[in-house]
């Protein structure tokens, strides 16, 4: 199963450190049939783009959480055993699973991230999640802007680079 997991640059950074992804139980985003019904199409591809969309909004979300972060949204697309994603059964994050425990970072299959054209987007998109949250229209407005910027697509092997440890 291919499972999509929000992080922020030192997130990127701390997986490239440690070698794995996450250091005990952590939420992910893949097509589910909660994902299926919410998005309403049998297109897979689409499924899969509508489950990053929902791990970039995850990422928007830890964004917020740490201001100190610097404004990308960083999506991994990882592929585990279905045995290994558990679906949370809420509606109100359609898409969303579980996996149990760390995974290594070896088992990535690509690294998605905002371009530096989409910081200021992203950096307004993060601070206006409370009050979006809050249920103030304008603010999600603002929140759903961040989804005009596409996640560029980047090989595993540029983490390095993406982290500052190019050579």
């Keep these: 199963m ?21 250091a005990g139980a952590f939420a992910a985003y893949a097509v589910t049939p909660g994902l299926r019904e919410w998005y309403a199409s049998d297109d897979i591809e689409e499924l899969e783009y509508a489950a990053l ?39 109100a ?15 990535a299959a690509s690294v998605h991230v905002d371009a530096a054209d989409a910081q200021a987007g992203v950096t307004a998109a993060a601070d206006a999640l409370p009050a979006a949250d809050r249920g103030d229209g304008d603010a999600q407005s603002v929140v759903d802007g961040a989804e ?17 440890h190019g050579g």
Excluded: M
Aim: hydrophobic content about 45%.
């Design 2 to 22: 291919r499972v999509y997991v929000p992080l922020t640059l030192p997130g990127l950074a701390e997986a490239y450190k440690t070698g794995e992804l996450g």
């Design 53 to 91: 969309g929902r791990a970039a909004l995850a990422s928007l979300r830890l964004l917020a959480a740490e201001p100190e972060a610097p404004r990308r949204r960083i999506v991994i697309a990882v592929d585990v055993p279905d045995r290994a994603a558990s679906a949370d059964h809420d509606p």
């Design 93 to 107: 994050e359609p898409g969303e699973v579980r996996l149990a425990g760390p995974v290594p970072l070896g088992k």
């Design 148 to 164: 005009d910027h596409e996640l560029l697509w980047f090989a595993t092997q540029e983490i390095p680079n993406l982290v500052g």
